[in-house]
């Protein structure tokens, strides 16, 4: 979701395109707005969000399991703090066949997000922790696996809870995985608020 128009391209002919296109001038495809990178989500400003809030929800109108918007809405949901919402649209994109490693990634972040973290349960603790171990077994990103580390201290660690790995050595992994400072400041921003 850039907030910049000419980061935005037709898939189709690889024109650039606004932010409000519904077909691309150049070749007439129909254009779905979508980000599978959720720096650019978070990037996005509150009032450019929210322009694609309504873009996902329009074309959802027609296509309502299409995995890929499902997914798009479920990140904007995720970058303006409605948790619950997101979690359910992230869902709906896997159940439709989305199978996507930022997607599991914004489902276990998004379901951590939606309660406050003393109160999550350890059952639900162990569900976020395997969606996760997913998205990191389908692609080992350092922030995926910088983000497990303060899962893990925060669902497990702080509660004296055992669990199979230890904060530690999940966060030397990512730094090892080529995780910068500011991924790992980035991470912990989110997470801790």
Request: charged share 25%; aromatic share 8%.
């Given at each position: 979701?850039?907030?910049?128009?000419?980061?935005?391209?037709?898939?189709?002919c690889g024109a650039?395109?606004?932010?409000?296109?519904?077909?691309?001038?150049?070749?007439?495809?129909?254009?779905?707005?979508?980000?599978?990178?959720?720096?650019?989500?978070?990037?996005?400003?509150?009032?450019?969000?929210?322009?694609?809030?309504?873009?996902?929800?329009?074309?959802?109108?027609?296509?309502?399991?299409?995995?890929?918007?499902?997914?798009?809405?479920?990140?904007?949901?995720?970058?303006?703090?409605?948790?619950?919402e997101a979690t359910?649209?992230?869902?709906?994109?896997?159940?439709?066949?989305?199978?996507?490693?930022?997607?599991?990634?914004?489902?276990?972040?998004?379901?951590?997000?939606?309660?406050?973290?003393?109160?999550?349960?350890?059952?639900?603790?162990?569900?976020?922790?395997?969606?996760?171990?997913?998205?990191?077994?389908?692609?080992?990103?350092?922030?995926?696996?910088?983000?497990?580390?303060?899962?893990?201290?925060?669902?497990?660690?702080?509660?004296?809870?055992?669990?199979?790995?230890?904060?530690?050595?999940?966060?030397?992994?990512?730094?090892?995985?080529?995780?910068?400072?500011?991924?790992?400041?980035?991470?912990?921003?989110?997470?801790?608020?």
């Amino acid at each position: 979701m850039p907030s910049v128009d000419s980061d935005i391209v037709c898939p189709g002919c690889g024109a650039p395109l606004s932010a409000s296109s519904k077909q691309c001038p150049y070749c007439g495809r129909p254009v779905v707005l979508t980000s599978l990178n959720f720096k650019q989500v978070r990037r996005a400003t509150y009032k450019d969000s929210a322009r694609f809030l309504d873009k996902y929800q329009e074309v959802l109108k027609d296509s309502p399991n299409d995995p890929k918007v499902l997914a798009s809405l479920g990140y904007v949901l995720f970058d303006r703090g409605q948790y619950q919402e997101a979690t359910e649209n992230l869902e709906k994109a896997v159940e439709n066949g989305s199978n996507d490693s930022d997607v599991l990634f914004h489902i276990a972040l998004s379901r951590f997000k939606s309660q406050k973290p003393f109160k999550i349960k350890l059952k639900e603790a162990e569900s976020i922790m395997a969606t996760l171990d997913s998205a990191i077994e389908m692609n080992p990103h350092p922030q995926y696996l910088c983000a497990k580390a303060i899962l893990i201290k925060r669902l497990f660690e702080q509660r004296y809870i055992r669990y199979s790995q230890s904060s530690k050595e999940v966060m030397e992994a990512a730094k090892q995985g080529g995780l910068t400072d500011s991924d790992s400041q980035e991470m912990n921003e989110l997470l801790m608020k």
